[in-house]
């Protein structure tokens, strides 16, 4: 992947559609998480509603004027990272995901954001962003918009600098 980015997003993008396909019904029993992709998101601010960062308010609150609609969530993987999809080197089509620990159901949009990482360019693919967000919505049939991963973007973003600020005593944030 590191010679070829575009090889590590044609991966990502076909391994978030295969398993945002998977049927939900054969997983109930052992995955847990909301029902809509506008409750997923909810669920993930709610840490931050009432955090006294200015900034993490404020994002928060552009957060909750941007929740997606009530559409059905999918099977996420959670971590789509290079680290857990595994390619055949003799044979690139065949593609392995490990470390299903993140697995739930939610928004198809937050596995494409934790690979972004609120970088335009990840891995200095130029307009890495779009590319991803275009060949998955090829794949899957299910269109993500930009929109919605710049949220989840957002949001990963709050919950780092919410560590942070928990982990400097300098903040008078946490302790």
Known sequence: FRKDP??????????????HALPQN??????SGPTTCRDFAQARLQTFSKH?????ARAFSWCTERLPHDESTVVIHGDLMGHNLMV???????L????????????PAFDI??????????????????RLVSRYN?????V????????????LVMGWLARYLEEDPASGVGG
């Open 6 to 19: 575009s090889e590590y997003f044609e991966s990502v993008a076909r391994a978030a559609s295969i398993i």
């Open 26 to 31: 054969e997983f109930h029993e052992v995955l």
């Open 52 to 56: 006294p960062d200015t900034d993490i």
């Open 88 to 94: 055949d080197v003799n044979d690139p089509s065949r």
């Open 96 to 107: 392995s995901v490990i470390d299903w620990s993140d697995c739930c159901f939610g928004d």
């Open 113 to 130: 954001a934790v690979v972004t990482r609120g970088v335009r360019n990840p891995m200095k693919l130029v307009r890495g962003r779009e």
């Open 138 to 142: 090829e794949l899957r049939g299910r």
């Open 144 to 155: 993500v918009s930009i929109e919605r991963v710049y949220l989840y973007e957002v949001i």
